[in-house]
Nanobody, 125 residues
Framework: VQLQASGGGLVQAENSLRLSCVAS????????LGWFRQGPGKEREFVTA????????GYSDSVKGRFTISRDNAKNTVYLQMNSLKPEDTAVYYC???????????????????WGQGTQVTVSS
């Protein structure tokens, strides 16, 4: 499975961005999909994930209520709508996919099989 993320950019605090990640080379409906981010000098951290249907598997506490994950199985695409952005949301955002990851492992990067190249999100104050 190949993943291509896009939609990052430079925005001011309190504004919004929507990230997209298009998957190819696999059976999209069989994939659980996630978003992670990695800020400067930090480890990659879980943001959110969605199940094979449309059920959301969880959000990190830091983005809950501000970010929304969704998927369009007809377009092989997963989205991350980010509202009320804060400077601390500045990071490279990565999409991830796996057909075999279990729900209990979704917050751990090493259990995901496929990664996109990352898209930079910078939030200015």
């Amino acid at each position: 499975v190949q993943l291509q993320a896009s939609g990052g950019g430079l925005v001011q605090a309190e504004n919004s961005l929507r990230l997209s990640c298009v998957a190819s080379g696999g059976t999209f409906r069989s994939l659980r999909l996630g978003w992670f981010r990695q800020g400067p000098g930090k480890e990659r951290e879980f943001v959110t994930a969605v199940d094979r249907g449309t059920g959301v598997l969880g959000y990190s506490d830091s983005v809950k209520g501000r970010f929304t994950i969704s998927r369009d199985n007809a377009k092989n695409t997963v989205y991350l709508q980010m509202n009320s952005l804060k400077p601390e949301d500045t990071a490279v955002y990565y999409c991830a996919a796996s057909s075999r990851i279990i729900v209990g492992s979704i917050r751990v990067p090493m259990y995901w099989d496929n990664w996109g190249q990352g898209t930079q999100v910078t939030v200015s104050s």
